[in-house]
Nanobody, 124 residues
């Protein structure tokens, strides 16, 4: 059973930085996509950044140049470095994944496994 556990959220001032982590376990295949999604109160869940197949990496336009996704395969951990944070980045951030091929990693409807989320609040 795939399990995802996020950490690293918190309260930060505008312009500040945070690094989110997602510890993953239980993968039965090397064919999967994985990424970060977020949901602000009253808004639809959206893709932030993700790793797809064959080296594909996605960033939402709103975070390009500010956020960086990375992973440490030895530690089975996914990261999201968030710099120059803005109040509009306030949301619960989720790590999500699905196994198999032919999936666009930014399609949150296609993600089968989700973590419980970590809250990021950007406020002065």
């Amino acid at each position: 059973q795939v399990q995802l556990v996020e950490s690293g959220g918190g309260l930060v001032q505008p312009g500040g930085s945070l690094r989110l982590s997602c510890a993953a376990s239980g993968f039965s295949s090397d064919e999967y996509v994985i990424g970060w999604f977020r949901q602000a109160p009253g808004k639809e869940r959206e893709a932030v950044s993700c790793f797809g197949h064959e080296g594909y990496t996605f960033y939402a336009n709103s975070v390009k140049g500010r956020f960086t996704i990375s992973r440490d395969n030895a530690k089975n951990t996914l990261y999201l470095q968030m710099n120059s944070l803005k109040p509009e980045d306030t949301a619960t951030y989720y790590c999500a994944t699905t196994l198999g091929t032919g999936v666009w990693c930014a399609n949150y409807h296609a993600m089968k496994y989700w973590g419980k989320g970590t809250l990021v609040t950007v406020s002065s």
